[in-house]
């Protein structure tokens, strides 16, 4: 099953956090981290790494801290999983460049195509799920509910 790396849980939730506040109001890494019980040190990093890559944007001063910047709707499920956790595939030979080295298990192994297919439908699926999805969602709501789960189909 995929599984999240606490950065990626972190960024998620800061996300959230920001996308509540009002229009141009900043929330600070120490505020945030208060509020969920998240350490300071290694939100710090996630935000910083979010504003790197354009999603929030920071203001100095007694009022600073960070803002959304760019349109959850416009970000992808897909697109920040790899600049919270690197690209990656189901298995590791099925995003390796023609130019890396075979698998070891290559000329023998039996589910390489079976893997490159589910690889390419998962990550079809995780760039239908935009993260304007996750900050939108209410408490308590089940997030099957939301339109990208609702138009996907298990076992097809």
Avoid: W
């Amino acid at each position: 099953m995929l599984k999240f790396n606490r950065t990626t849980e972190y960024g998620l939730i800061a996300l959230r956090h920001l996308s509540q506040r009002a229009s141009g109001e900043a929330a600070s890494a120490r505020e945030i981290a208060e509020v969920y019980g998240l350490p300071f040190d290694i939100l710090a990093k996630t935000l910083q790494r979010l504003k790197e890559a354009g999603i929030v944007q920071s203001a100095q001063g007694a009022r600073g801290g960070y803002m959304i910047q760019r349109q959850l709707e416009q970000v992808t499920l897909a697109e920040f999983l790899e600049l919270m956790e690197g690209a990656g595939g189901v298995v590791a030979c099925v995003e390796q460049a023609d130019d890396e080295p075979a698998c070891e298990f290559q000329g023998r192994c039996q589910i390489h195509s079976m893997m490159r297919g589910l690889n390419a439908r998962m990550k079809a699926f995780l760039s239908s799920v935009r993260l304007s999805e996750f900050t939108s969602i209410s408490k308590g709501q089940d997030i099957v509910t939301l339109e990208s789960f609702k138009n996907t189909q298990v076992g097809t």
